[in-house]
């Protein structure tokens, strides 16, 4: 049978591992929003180079105009 010690530090266990698991969680979380975020500003300076080059110019909007 257990002592109370033994209660305590198994107790005492659980909570660490519970807290690492959970702190881990938190940093695969962020870590992944860090992908996102560094893909989504990739994309959006990708489609203003694109606009930049293939965009219509002056005269197509003139001629857009009427």
């Known amino acids: 049978m257990a002592t109370s010690k033994r209660d305590r530090q198994r107790a005492n266990r659980e909570v660490k591992r ?3 698991e959970q702190a881990t969680k938190k940093a695969n979380r ?3 929003a860090k992908r ?3 893909w989504v500003g990739l994309l959006i ?3 203003v ?3 930049f080059f293939f965009g219509g110019g002056d ?3 003139a ?3 009427g």
């Open 18 to 20: 519970a807290a690492e």
């Open 45 to 47: 300076v990708a489609l």
């Open 59 to 61: 005269a197509q909007v």
């Open 36 to 38: 996102v975020a560094l």
């Open 63 to 65: 001629a857009l105009a």
């Open 30 to 32: 962020f870590d992944r």
């Open 49 to 51: 180079i694109a606009n």
